[in-house]
């Protein structure tokens, strides 16, 4: 039997970050992605991380989309050689497609944009909107204080265990990606209710 042909929505910066191991990620992630045979979707920039990853995976083969608002179009350099680039007129826009049609999240090191779109794709499986998975590539330990956080809400009362076990963090692509295809075989949801 041949293995799904899935669609994973990454989030990650726009910006490179201080250490090489970022970088080096977003093209290991892309690759992977590539070799595996899925397809990618992200935020549309060429420049940072999310270039480096798009790149990495168009080069390995994947089919890549991306969804960038106008507004930024400039501000992120829009890359233009993509599979399909989808240029859209707000941020909400842009998040719901990139939301739609894909069986799962992963975001890598980023900024407040990335912390933003992986609370909200935590948040709507929280409440039930959609039941597919949510990775971590944890590089370098980079998520690791936003996780003792999330157990330090646990301790005191506003985050429950298993709101903290929708998340997977892995500190390899190829060891997240293998955890993401076990967990979409129990993921019935096709795409997002509107909310």
């Known amino acids: ?4 042909k899935l669609r994973i929505c990454v989030y990650c910066g726009s910006r490179p970050g201080a250490d090489p191991a970022y970088l080096r990620s977003a093209r290991q992630m892309g690759a992977a992605i590539g070799r595996r045979g ?8 060429r420049v940072g991380m999310m270039g ?6 168009l080069a390995a083969g994947a089919s890549v989309d991306g ?18 680039l989808q240029v859209v007129d707000t941020m909400h826009e842009r998040k719901r497609l990139m939301a739609e049609h894909t069986h799962a999240f992963v975001a890598l090191p980023g900024g407040v944009g990335t912390f933003e779109e992986l609370f909200e794709v935590w948040s709507w499986r929280h409440l039930g909107y959609h039941d597919r998975p949510l990775g971590l590539l944890d590089v370098a330990g980079y998520f690791r204080p936003l996780l003792a956080m999330m157990e330090q ?20 692509p190829d060891a997240l990606l293998d955890a993401i295809e076990r967990l979409t075989a129990n993921s019935a949801s096709e795409d997002l209710r509107r909310i």
């Open 153 to 172: 809400a646990q301790r005191d009362g506003f985050v429950t265990a298993e709101q903290l076990a929708m998340v997977t963090p892995r500190e390899s």
């Open 1 to 4: 039997m041949t293995p799904p």
């Open 67 to 84: 969804v960038i608002p106008r507004s930024l179009m400039q501000r992120e350099a829009g890359h233009t050689g993509l599979t399909r």
């Open 38 to 45: 899925w397809e990618l979707v992200y935020g549309g920039g």
């Open 52 to 57: 480096a990853l798009a790149d990495a995976a």
